[in-house]
């Protein structure tokens, strides 16, 4: 019945359908609602010994009903009809809350060649962990098709609903969905054919995974090292150590016909490691190696990969040869017009200068290290100096921002001018400091200056502002920790206190008028 499958689901005015439900029920008889099977299963209920149908059967269509052995009235049968569409209308409206906020969410359900943004693409993954966590099948399923419909574009959905089709154990719609990814909707993507060489591999369909491979190596992705090598190791797995050997040298043959390879360092590279790792032949691999620096211009994956090579190999280690190669790479030429960048051949230094550390003499480190020091420490204090010049101007910004909050409580501070212009960290009462004479304002160096351990400890509290010559020294502080300093005050003006006052009597003091105090408690002025 139609009422049944749409009760089911939780889908919009499912309240509306739920009453006319109700309605027709109520107005047909209950052998016009119930479908054959359910009719046959009523029928047999009637009779003594019997549930459910024939015997050692279980309920049919997903209905699990347990009907007693006596005869029901019609209108019996019929209520227990209406409840247990009730109890899926429940159940879907429950479920409806649960997925309301994963729906709403959804803003391009349907197809579309521009790019989902990264909510959405969230929203689906999440949404399917949540129907995934279930125990209804069907619904996986459903949404996974729901989903492939807006995000067909995307392999990383075509792959998960593949793995969790393999999980379920329904290895056919795994298959099926695996085919409709490579061969239609993102065929062109490299990522897919990996993963589809790998699975047919895993599920024993090593000619699929062949021509995965091949597919890639000819058309969609050629000279993809990641191909290349899960070819060569699939290879490897199966036993044909020699074939893996011949995809790195076709390709490697490959790319060297080709003007400027990017990616030609990184196949000898692996080479190598494969030889090394692999085939148990280390002197090969050192020979792929050398070959690559005499025939191609230098590069730091070339010279990174020999300095390793050597690092594992047993004594003696050829220092002599690689103190050579480092200072033909890293030393500036300006006839070479592949020169590497000052980034890649300081790394290059710094891990020839930990392979010397290790194996190296009292001499070798010491030309080493004194290289290094030539060609890139300057480098390094230029580029601290450049740091440091910048938090310099951030801190002359800091302090615009802190003198235009000291104007603006000026007016407060005009109201009391002999109060305490610069208190000590400890917020507490200070004596007043009377000045006899106006002082020009003294500019104060904090002596830790110069005494910073070079520029890579470099602190912003290094310098301190201007300071009055009767305020307290700030506490220093470190960049990371920095906290506001109070603004700079204006100038104290000095101030005659020869007014006209009573002199002063044993007599009892005369009543003053309260003064209003500021919100910090300032010193107290001797009358």
């Given amino acids: 019945m139609i009422y049944t499958r749409i009760l089911e689901n939780p889908i919009n005015q499912l309240d509306r359908y739920f009453n006319s439900f109700k309605e027709l029920a109520g107005s047909r008889p209950l052998s016009e609602l119930q479908t054959a099977e359910e009719a046959a ?112 574009n995307y392999s990383e959905y075509w792959i998960r609903y593949v793995l969790c089709m393999e999980a379920s154990g329904s290895m056919e719609l795994a298959s099926n969905a695996l085919a409709r990814a490579t061969q239609v909707f993102v065929k062109r993507q490299p990522e897919i054919h990996v993963f589809a060489a790998r699975f047919k591999e895993q599920s024993g369909d090593i000619s699929g995974a062949r021509a995965e491979y091949q597919l890639l190596h000819s058309d969609v992705a050629p000279g993809l090292i990641e191909a290349l090598v899960k070819h060569a190791n699939m290879e490897h797995r199966l036993g044909q150590v020699e074939t893996a050997l011949i995809i790195f040298t076709d390709a490697i043959t ?41 025939h191609m211009p230098l590069s730091r994956p070339l ?37 590497l960048s000052s980034v890649d051949r300081e790394e290059l230094s710094s891990i020839f ?18 290289r290094h020091a030539k060609l890139f420490l300057h480098q390094k204090t230029m580029s601290e100096s450049r740091k440091r010049q910048a938090q310099d101007g951030l801190s002359s910004d800091k302090v615009k921002s802190l003198k235009s909050v000291s104007s603006a409580a000026s007016p ?16 507490g009462p200070q004596p007043q400091a009377w000045a006899q004479a106006p002082q020009p304002p003294v500019q104060q160096w904090n002596p830790a200056y110069s005494q910073q351990a070079g520029y890579g400890n470099y602190s ?58 500021p919100y910090y408690s300032v010193g107290c002025i001797p009358q």
């Fill in 303 to 339: 010279v990174e990969a020999v300095i390793h090579l050597e690092t594992v190999q047993p004594f003696p280690k050829r220092i002599d040869y690689l103190d050579s190669l480092v200072e033909k790479v890293i030393t500036p030429n300006a006839e070479d017009s592949n020169v």
């Fill in 460 to 517: 912003y509290a290094g310098y301190t502002q201007p300071q009055q010559a009767a305020a307290a020294p700030q506490p220093a502080a470190s960049y990371g920790a920095y906290t506001q300093t109070y603004p700079v005050q204006q100038a104290y003006t000095p101030q005659t206190y020869a007014q006209a006052t009573p002199a002063f009597t044993p007599a009892a003091a005369q009543p003053q008028a309260p003064v209003p105090q």
């Fill in 353 to 370: 200068l930990e392979f010397v550390d290790l194996f190296g003499d009292a001499t070798v480190i010491k030309k080493a290290e004194n």
């Fill in 412 to 427: 407060l501070l005009s109201a009391y001018p002999n109060g305490q212009q610069q208190w000590a960290a400890g917020y």
């Fill in 254 to 294: 490959s790319e060297q016909a080709k003007d400027q390879s990017q990616i030609l360092p990184f196949l000898y590279v692996q080479y190598a490691r494969f030889l090394y790792l692999v085939v148990g032949n280390a002197e090969k691999a050192r020979e792929v190696l050398t070959g690559a620096l005499e």
């Fill in 41 to 152: 299963i009523t029928a047999a209920s009637a009779e003594p010994g019997v549930q459910g149908g024939e015997e050692g059967e279980g309920p049919r269509d997903g209905v699990e009903q347990e009907f007693p052995k006596s005869t029901l009235s019609e209108s019996e049968e019929l209520e227990k009809y209406i409840t247990i569409r009730e109890d899926m209308y429940k159940k879907a409206k429950e479920l409806d809350l649960q997925i309301r906020d994963f729906e709403a969410a959804i803003k391009r359900p349907y197809f579309h060649v521009k790019p989902l943004d990264d909510i959405q693409l969230a929203n689906w993954h999440n949404y399917l962990d949540f129907i995934e966590r279930g125990d209804d099948f069907n619904k996986v399923v459903k949404l996974y098709e729901r989903c492939l419909i807006a995000c067909a």
